[in-house]
Each structure stands twice: as structure tokens, then as C-alpha cells.
């Protein structure tokens, strides 16, 4: 079993951890990656930027970060791999400020870490390093670190496939546990309904008004009556539901002043299931109960509310086969590190769901990190410790 270099491990993700790059700001964790990479021996020739971000319905600085890694020795023609992992952290995490307190790292800062997913960039820049210094033999490599995952997925959405090199299979970086062999995740829909009314003086005629407030209030009492809120369970059937922000039409509070009745209200929410069909029938529930409640609410002039309903698929379900090779090398990889592989489905959204799509079987392992999206957050640096172990297995592997 190969010993990584421990001490030169956690030097990068301290690094990578002080540099401040949430979502759709990429560029100057981007630039630290190349600059380490570059340490480690790696060639500039090998590393690029794709153009993802001019796809991007939003704002991102920067396209993926792609890099090729030659085979080497008795493998360097064996079938491409592919590791992965993302690079933006949640806006949360910005003034982070990252302290090793034993076998841990923590924050000194009152904000969210980073370690999701600055632990998966470190592990996939030490394996770069590790394999360069100990002139192993392996596979060709292409290495992606991919932009806005917190926010939609969008930078796996929009990789540029033709410069991944074709691999035959991937492994993705991304949660706590090394051991858990992640071969499917949910799907996801993000909706978002504009509600529109009619102002009135609300103690003068209120009467007079539509309140969109109260369209609101009704469409989510329907939808909390018919069971499509929070978790939902229809017979076999599984998936969950939220809704998020509520705003008025500039993005601030909705309604204006307490005296007038509210004439519009934004408002945006998801829909998820294992069941590439079942989260479809929650988005409708929603929609549904929407257009029922707007028609509902009249004034003393019999006029309606209207409920503008959109949604998007952010991502598709999957789950992959236990017999498929890329989850047998990755069972392989967990034990040959002295783990016991944990088989197992994210109920969350993860790159991989895209790269399957994309015609990538890909699993995905943890990497150490603790209460991500939380003021809690902290990095648990033996799993940490144990990714880079596996990651290094994995690429190794005959």
C-alpha cells in the first residue's frame, strides 16, 4: 500500500482552503490549482480551461479546470481514467479562515469551511503530485475540477467532453467517507412561480385588492394537505420538496408597506427524487395548487390572481450498476486501502449525475468533510488522508 506524503497533502488544502472562491468566482482557486500543479511537475502544455462559462446562464468567471496526465510504464496504454471534483464552495464560506486543531481542521471565522470541495481539489492535486514524484506506472489521466456545482451543477452540465480524452469511467471527490462507493443520486427539479395580484390601500378597500400573499399561503397549505411538501412518499414512490426564497420583484422583501395589499411575490422552490418521473409529479403538484389558488383569490370585482409557473430539470437521477467495471475497480480501490466499501445513494445532487448522463459511469467518494453549508463545518483529516490514499490506489491499479 502506497504511503502518501501526509504533511505535503494537508499543505494543500490549507492553501486551497485560505483562497476564497464560492460559487461562479472561480478564478483565483482556479489559478492557485494551476500554480500547484505546476509545482508538482505537471506540464502547463497539460493543463487548460474549458469554455463552459460562456454557456452558463449565470455569471462564472472561469470555464472547468481539465488536465491530462500521460500514462506511464506498463499501463501508459491502458484505457483513460477520469478524476473529478469541483472547485466553487457556498457563499457561506467566504472569510473562512482554516486552523489544525489535531487530526482536524476547523474555522476560526464565524462561517462555513470550504472543505466542500477544496478536500476533493487537494486530493486530486496530490495525486497528480504523488504519481509525478513516485513515477508509478498508470493509465492516461484527465483530471477535471469543474466551476458553479453549488449552484445547479452547471460547470458538469456544460464540460467540454472533447477535451476530457474519452475516458472509460470516472471517480468523482465530493462528501466525508472515502469508503462510500456513491453509484447513484437524485434528480432534481428547481422551479419558481411569480404570483401577481392587485394593490389596494389595505385600510381603506382592501376589498378592492388581490394579495398575493394570500395565493401563497393557500397554494402551500394545498400542497402541504395533499402530502407534496417536505418528504413525499406516494405508494413505492419517494422524493422530497422545499420552498426556499420568498421575494418581491427587485429580490427584496415582498410587499412594500403593511397599508397595501402585496401584488406580487416571488417565489422558488425543488423537487427531488430517485424516480426520474416521481419529481416530475411533485413539480406538477406544486404548479397545480399554484394556478387552484390564484383562481381562488378574487376581489369585490370578481378579478383573479394569475401564478406564472417555471421549472427546469437541474439534474437527472441514476443509479449505477454493482456488476458495471468502473464500480468494481472502485470497490477494489476501498478494500485494497484497508476500508470496508459502503454501497450506497446520495440524496443529493452531485456532478456525477451529470457525467452520466454525459455517458461517464462515475462514482463518487468522500473526501472529509464534516457538516459542509454550516458554520459547523470541519474537515476530518484521517478520511482526508484515506481519499488520497484511495485516489492514488485507484489509478494505479492493474
Known sequence: MHAVDREAATARLM????????????????????????EAGVAQRSIR?????????????????????PGRGALRNAPRLMFMTHMDTVPLCAGAKPVIKGR?????ANTALGGDNRTGCAVLTTLAAELIQTKAAHPPLTLVYT????????????VDRGMLGEPGFAFNFDGRYANAVTIGAVGADRWEVEITGRASHAGGAPERGISATLILAEALADVRKGGWFGKVVKGKQAGTSNVGPVMGADGGPAGQATNVVTDYVKVKGESRSHDARFFKEITAAYKKAF??????????????????????????????KEGLP????????????????????????????????HG???????????????????????????????????????
Not at 394556478?291 to 437541474?314: C, L, P, W, Y
Request: hydrophobic share 45%.
Open 15 to 38: 492553501r486551497f482552503l485560505s483562497i476564497q472562491g464560492v460559487t461562479g468566482q472561480e478564478k483565483a482557486i482556479g489559478e492557485t490549482i494551476v500554480a500547484a500543479l505546476k
Open 49 to 69: 480551461f474549458d469554455k463552459a462559462n460562456k454557456q452558463i446562464p449565470l455569471p462564472t468567471e472561469t470555464g472547468n479546470l481539465i488536465v491530462e496526465i
Open 104 to 108: 482536524k481542521v476547523v474555522n476560526s
Open 147 to 158: 466551476v458553479r456545482e453549488e449552484s445547479g451543477l452547471w460547470g458538469a452540465r456544460f
Open 291 to 320: 394556478a387552484d389558488a390564484a383562481q381562488r383569490i378574487t376581489n369585490s370585482e370578481g378579478k383573479a390572481g394569475k401564478a406564472r409557473f417555471t421549472a427546469q430539470t437541474d439534474y437527472f437521477p441514476f443509479r449505477l
Open 326 to 357: 468502473v464500480v468494481k475497480r472502485a470497490i477494489e480501490g476501498v478494500k485494497s486501502v484497508g476500508l470496508a466499501p459502503d454501497v450506497r445513494a446520495a440524496n443529493g445532487g452531485l456532478d456525477a449525475n451529470w457525467l452520466v448522463r
Open 360 to 398: 461517464i459511469p462515475t462514482v463518487t467518494f468522500g473526501a472529509g468533510q464534516v457538516d459542509p453549508h454550516t458554520v459547523d463545518e470541519w474537515i476530518d483529516l484521517d478520511q482526508f488522508d484515506n481519499a488520497c490514499r484511495l485516489a492514488f490506489a485507484l489509478a494505479t491499479m492493474e
